[in-house]
């Protein structure tokens, strides 16, 4: 089981910028593809950025461009820089390491407690 630690959010302006991170714990990420998750207030939880063992990335369309997602694996640790900050990214932030099949992709182990990003006008 992997233990998922988030941390960095917080209040900013829109435009602004944050960096958030994810410390993995119980096992390595560097055998999983990784990904960051957000949900908004009244919403489904929504796939923001993925990035596979060897370091590809996709994005959501409406993050693209304006946020980075990058690991390091020798410190277990995920890293999503968010910047163009709009209202509309306010959202509790999740990582998870992705089970990919044919047809789907699949959070592997259990939500930690996510981390609170609030942007506004």
């Known amino acids: 089981q992997m233990q998922l630690a988030e941390s960095g959010g917080g209040l900013v302006q829109a435009g602004g910028s944050l960096r958030l991170s994810c410390a993995a714990s119980?096992?390595?990420?560097?055998?999983?593809?990784m990904a960051w998750y957000r949900q908004a207030p009244g919403k489904q939880r929504e796939l923001v950025a993925d990035?596979?063992?060897?370091?590809?990335?996709n994005y959501a369309d409406s993050v693209k461009g304006r946020f980075t997602i990058s690991r390091d694996n020798a410190k277990d640790t995920v890293y999503l820089q968010m910047n163009g900050l709009r209202p509309e990214d306010t959202a509790v932030y999740y990582c998870?390491?992705?089970?990919?099949?044919?047809?789907?992709?699949?959070?592997?182990?259990?939500w930690g407690q996510g981390t609170q990003v609030t942007v506004s006008s």
């Open positions: 998870n390491a992705l089970l990919r099949t044919e047809v789907n992709i699949i959070p592997m182990f259990r």
């Open positions: 119980g096992r390595r990420i560097s055998p999983n593809d």
């Open positions: 990035i596979t063992t060897g370091g590809s990335t």
